[in-house]
């Protein structure tokens, strides 16, 4: 459900930037959503992944996310050379309509997806997420590999609860090593980005023209 929403808000974005003709800060307005958009997939999407793909298969397909994101780049530079040629808003609008196009096949793809097991164990819909996980390893709800995969995300989400809410501040505290943990992520995350990688997605065709 969280990923069909964010999916939305993605779409919502293209469709600002699509409608917009003089008024660059429209345009502007729709990119951030976009943005929000697509980066909330990201975060969800891999996560999904993550919890209902089948153990032997698990790593690959969050593998293929990754690989289905560099496609998705090379064909959105294929778009942009076909449509090279155009003099008018059609060099920009069809990159953009074909971004919405690929959105809507995702928010039908979604409704093949079973909710995540884990997610249901969380509200308390076992019988459910005995249904989800044997429907993502094709196997009978009563096979007793399903069972024995319920009880473990029953045990994990009992033992999370029983360690109570956390807050804000933990983030920052430094009695546990919760804030090490947080200081390398957004480190290696921001390292990963001063590397450049983005800039040349978006601008390595013009930085190869200009080199000639």
Same mark, same amino acid.
């Given at each position: 459900?969280?990923?069909?929403?964010?999916?939305?808000?993605?779409? &919502?974005?293209?469709? *600002?930037? *699509?409608?917009?003709?003089?008024? $660059?800060?429209?345009?502007? *307005?729709?990119?951030?959503?976009?943005?929000?958009?697509?980066? #909330?997939?990201?975060?969800? !999407?891999?996560?999904?992944?993550?919890?209902?793909?089948? =153990?032997?298969?698990?790593?690959?397909? %969050?593998?293929?996310?990754?690989?289905?994101?560099?496609? !998705?780049?090379?064909?959105?530079?294929?778009?942009?050379?076909?449509?090279?040629?155009?003099? /008018?808003?059609?060099?920009?609008?069809?990159?953009?309509?074909?971004?919405? !196009? $690929?959105?809507? *096949?995702?928010?039908?793809? +979604?409704?093949?997806?079973?909710?995540?097991?884990?997610?249901?164990?969380?509200?308390?819909?076992?019988?459910?997420?005995?249904?989800?996980?044997?429907? #993502? /390893? =094709? %196997? #009978?709800?009563?096979?007793? !590999?399903?069972?024995? @995969?319920?009880?473990? %995300?029953?045990?994990?989400? @009992?033992?999370? @609860?029983?360690?109570?809410?956390?807050? $804000?501040?933990?983030?920052? #505290?430094?009695?546990?090593? &919760?804030?090490?943990?947080?200081? +390398?992520?957004?480190?290696?995350?921001?390292?990963?980005?001063?590397?450049?990688?983005?800039?040349?997605?978006?601008?390595?065709?013009?930085?190869? /023209? %200009?080199?000639?």
């Amino acid at each position: 459900m969280g990923l069909t929403i964010v999916i939305v808000v993605y779409m &919502v974005g293209i469709v *600002i930037q *699509i409608a917009s003709i003089d008024k $660059w800060y429209q345009y502007f *307005i729709g990119r951030i959503i976009a943005g929000i958009g697509a980066g #909330s997939i990201s975060v969800l !999407a891999p996560m999904l992944i993550s919890e209902t793909a089948p =153990k032997h298969i698990r790593g690959t397909l %969050l593998a293929c996310w990754q690989l289905m994101v560099t496609f !998705a780049i090379f064909l959105g530079y294929c778009t942009n050379y076909g449509t090279k040629t155009y003099s /008018n808003s059609v060099q920009w609008r069809v990159p953009l309509g074909l971004c919405f !196009a $690929w959105a809507i *096949i995702m928010i039908g793809g +979604m409704t093949f997806v079973p909710e995540s097991p884990r997610f249901l164990v969380q509200v308390g819909k076992i019988e459910q997420a005995k249904a989800s996980f044997a429907k #993502s /390893n =094709k %196997l #009978s709800v009563d096979d007793p !590999a399903v069972v024995a @995969e319920i009880d473990l %995300l029953v045990a994990g989400v @009992e033992a999370e @609860e029983a360690m109570g809410t956390a807050s $804000w501040k933990e983030l920052f #505290s430094r009695k546990t090593k &919760v804030f090490q943990r947080l200081t +390398m992520t957004v480190m290696i995350n921001s390292l990963q980005q001063l590397t450049g990688d983005n800039y040349f997605f978006y601008y390595g065709t013009t930085i190869s /023209n %200009l080199s000639v």
